[in-house]
């Protein structure tokens, strides 16, 4: 066998005509578990709100998730099969996500509701902190805790803010740009109110879940500078989006000193990020292989990066991008984290795959990098760890956010508002 390794071939393209043949198939299977549902649920012995009702609208949640993941796909083969254009396939499948994500809501609150009245009954124990066993705080983010998903307060934004100017040495001197801020993506400092402290992992996830998904201690660090880069905040809405992802330089470099900021999504090349006369780089696609300039020592964790890097692949893939497959080819095949490092928990990225990438398992296979997940002795459940990924598909990482309504000195730090022309792509 030669010595050099094959470079993965992206996922299979199956034939057309068959997969349309499938496609139609899975759809009137739908259609008949969906009339099969309703019947049930027309029973007058089923009690609304009842423990039976609960479960059968889990049931009816998990099939509107079906509908609108089959959808999606119609969309894209008629796509193929030039049945409709781009722009029309990208609407579509733009509901579908909607779809998919207000559907994974309404999952998680029924889901927390069935818990809730199965302690009341008495037929599971209490969920509480002082429970016994493995990832308590996980699950008590899951079921108990309703600020899960809430805001930021204004005390950890600032704290984090002011955490990552020092730890990224982001101040200017009085005579370098009247004490601007420096952009590490942009090589240069910006103007104070147009630098934010972009956030890598969503915050909203909890420290439970972070632990859970990066490994124990994780959590600890979700609002520290070590989840977090000072970016300009139209670079940062790029990162936000999955426009760009931040990589290694050296693959195998340990630790990692070098990142640099690649272009993932085609179709925002000719965003601009400066207005003209700012100087170099002035649009999204002149940030594709640009490595950052840092001006201290500290650098964001490589395990919260390469969370970022999985879920832009993924919705890459589930948004049907231009010229996904040739980015999917390149940046996964080609083994961007190589360095070996406990980042992901492996059952969770074959979960997160599935719910946020819509991968069948022969192609989770590319994600799963050799060093780059972990697995313990214990684990939560399929359905609670099914839970935390529609979570994520919530959540991140365009939902990641910033800074952007608290800055030191007390001045704004919603970006400078002359310089934010990106669009969504």
């Not at 578990?33 to 609960?54: N, T």
């Not at 170099?280 to 594709?288: A, I, M, Q």
Request: proline content about 6%.
């Amino acid at each position: 066998m030669s010595p050099h390794k094959r470079p993965m071939a992206p996922p299979d393209v199956p034939d057309r005509n068959s997969s349309l043949a499938i496609l139609k198939r899975r759809r009137l299977q739908h259609q008949a578990s969906s009339r099969e549902l309703r019947q049930k649920m027309s029973d007058a012995s089923i009690v609304f709100g009842s423990e039976d009702y609960l479960r059968l609208e889990i049931e009816e949640t998990r099939l509107d998730t079906d509908g609108a993941v089959l959808a999606r796909e119609e969309a894209k083969e008629d796509l193929a099969e030039e049945m409709i254009d781009r722009p029309t396939c990208q609407q579509l499948v733009k509901q579908a996500n909607k779809r998919i994500a207000s559907a994974g809501d309404h999952l998680w609150d029924l889901k927390r509701r069935l818990k809730a009245k199965l302690e009341d009954a008495g037929k599971i124990a209490l969920l509480t902190p002082d429970r016994e066993g493995a990832f308590t705080a996980a699950l008590l983010q899951i079921y108990k805790d309703p600020t899960v998903s809430a805001k930021r307060s204004s005390t950890q934004q600032s704290a984090m803010r002011a955490a990552s100017i020092a730890a990224y040495g982001s101040r200017g001197e009085k005579d370098e740009e009247s004490g601007g801020l420096w952009c590490p993506v942009l090589g240069r400092f910006c103007p104070k109110s147009s630098v934010v402290a972009g956030h890598v992992v969503p915050s909203a996830l909890g420290g439970g879940l972070v632990d859970y998904l990066c490994g124990e201690g994780s959590g600890v660090r979700l609002h520290a500078a070590d989840n977090c880069i000072m970016m300009h905040s139209v670079v940062e809405r790029a990162f936000d989006q999955g426009n760009i992802v931040i990589v290694p330089v050296d693959p195998t470099e340990r630790p990692i000193r070098r990142w640099k900021s690649v272009l993932v999504n085609p179709e925002a090349r000719n965003q601009l990020l400066l207005p003209e006369g700012s100087g170099s780089p002035r649009t999204v696609g002149e940030l594709d292989e640009r490595e950052l300039q840092f001006r201290t020592a500290h650098r964001p964790a490589a395990r919260f990066m390469y969370f970022h890097f999985v879920i832009a692949m993924l919705r890459l893939r589930q948004y049907n991008r231009p010229q996904w497959r040739q980015t999917w080819t390149r940046l996964v095949s080609g083994r961007p984290f190589a360095t070996p490092g406990p980042y992901l928990r492996r059952t969770m990225l074959m979960c997160l795959a599935r719910e946020n990438g819509d991968l069948p398992d022969k192609e989770i296979d590319h994600l799963l990098h050799q060093g780059t997940v972990f697995e313990t002795a214990e684990r939560l459940s399929d359905d609670d760890e099914t839970l935390i990924a529609t979570r994520v598909r919530a959540l991140g990482p365009a939902a990641a956010g910033s800074d952007d309504e608290e800055s030191d000195d007390d001045e704004s730090d919603a970006g400078d508002s002359s310089y934010d022309t990106a669009d969504d792509a």
